[in-house]
């Protein structure tokens, strides 16, 4: 569905690239996350794939065609939920979608069962000037989904919502991919990450360090921890050690055998911590 | 055509709700108080004549001395020195200091010094002609009028209609396009657009569209309840949405290349003066400079005076609708072309 080859962008036009040498291909109905820390090269990637910035180098291909040849009717595919909320503000949440909803050339989505799935329905006739952050974030993912489109590109989609309206919005997405949209998802949140997609690129620095399932990723790069509290001089310390990690092995036997245990268990890497031993970058 | 609608909706609905509609409202109410009401109709712009008699008066004389005493608010005064005293407290006046020399009446004449040529020539025509009246004989003169149809003179007041129709909805729509843009740039719904279907024409023509509607509707007002329903409609309103298609397009070349308005705002400011500077001609068609009469604005403005108050000069109209028309044309083309690079700048 989706192609990407050897993709370079410079937002100075030189030598130092946002986004250097991305290759990826997504298949269809698949969810393919994007993840990694502020500044790596996200937002600057889906940008080039929807055709905001243009392609300086390398090939991107959307539903067979180059997008170098494509014209605005590709555009019936797409959704895009973007990163920062850009809605009409002197216009309603349902206007909003209505004006929307008129720009397709394809069967539209009903605006008010859009607003209902996001839980703004009690908001569908107040100015989207007047919505707080969260509801607005939601209101260009209800935009997102106007024209049911078969590619869907969610940038950061539940950046900033509250558990219960992230939950929500997981469930949409996995219901649609269910529906077979292919979906392109950006964030750094691992959690949505590890729950939702079926495989993951880590990104940092504008470069891919690795692309696989969640699953894979950990079978390959995760390690049993322990995590262990034990008493020391009278003082309460904690500890990860990596059960296969031949020093790390030697001091858990150590503190057993010398200190006095309050609790401990094992537990299996998250898909964190894989990001971090290979990227070498925390995801903040 | 649904996603042009859809545009037109919504850029309606922006600009109901940013007050344009209102404001458009109240500064044309206030245009039609300020001509019916506040400037009057007829300007007290004659000149006094002061003037008085040097040495002897003679029998010569007699025929002048009597056109200036029949001049409304004419008065004699004894010296020259008394003229020119008077002359300095009130800035309408002239003198008119007559004395004879070599059996013939000689006049000297004291102006204010910011007369132009054309009233000093007209001042001694028709002293010349008082001094000859009693040698014409008036039988035999015959009155040849240029234009055939009597003009209907224009109250001051209604003068300025044509004025008013040029800034107003035209000048508005400037401003109010530019508004439009820049906020649709600051909550970056542009780019929303730019991952839909719609065209960057629809999006532009929209707006156009929309300013377009606005001008003619604070024009038939202007018109209406100032000079009346006797004017030449379909010139007046094909003008208007030539002259506020300009203003609109002008405002979307201009705002393509800033990120904000007030990046932008010192070049609105400056094109709308410029914009206007023709207004300076419209009393005195003579004063026409090139600089003035190459600025779009300075036909237009005498096209709307055409189609108000016409004075048998339709070509001035067809002058300036095709070149707005064309000049239009070439904007609207320019900006597209603009917008679709810019878009894609980042
Ligand atoms: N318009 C721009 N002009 C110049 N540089 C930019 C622009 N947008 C982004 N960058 C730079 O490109 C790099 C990648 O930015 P990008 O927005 O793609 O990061 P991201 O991964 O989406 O980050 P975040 O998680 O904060 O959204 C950053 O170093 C950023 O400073
Ligand atoms: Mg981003």
Redesign the pocket.
Known sequence: MISVKALYHSYTKDESYAVKNVSFDIQKGEIFGFLGPSGAG??TTQKILIGLISLQKGQVAIDGMDIKKTNRALFDKIGVSF?RANVYKKLTGVENLKFFSEMFGVPTENPLKLLKMVGLEDAANKKAGDYSKGMLQRLVFARSMISNPKIWFL??PTSGLDPNTTSIIKGIIKERQEQGTTIFL?THNMHIAEVLCDRVAFITNGEISAIDSPRNLKLKYGEKLASIEYIENAILKKAYLSLTDEGHKKKLNDIISSCKVETMHTQEATLEEIFIKITGKELK | MKRLFGLLKKDFLVAYRGYFFLIMLVVALILVVVTNWLIPEKANLDVKVLYAVEGERTERMNSLLGFLQGAEGSQRLDSKSAVIELMQGDKNTIGVIIREAAEKPVIEIVLQGYENQQSRNALALSLSAAIDAQNIDYSNIENVTLQAVEQPEIPLNKSFVPLMILNEPVMLGFIFLATLIFMEKEENTIRAYLVSPVRIWEYLLSKIIIMAALALISTILITVFTVGIHVNWIMLLAIVTAGSVFGAASAMFIAVFFDNLSKAMIWIISISLIFTIPMAAYFIPSFSPWFITILPTYDLMFAIREAIYPAGNPQIFYQSFITLTIINAALYIMSIALYQRSLLRD
């Open positions: 996200k937002s990163e940038d950061e950006t």
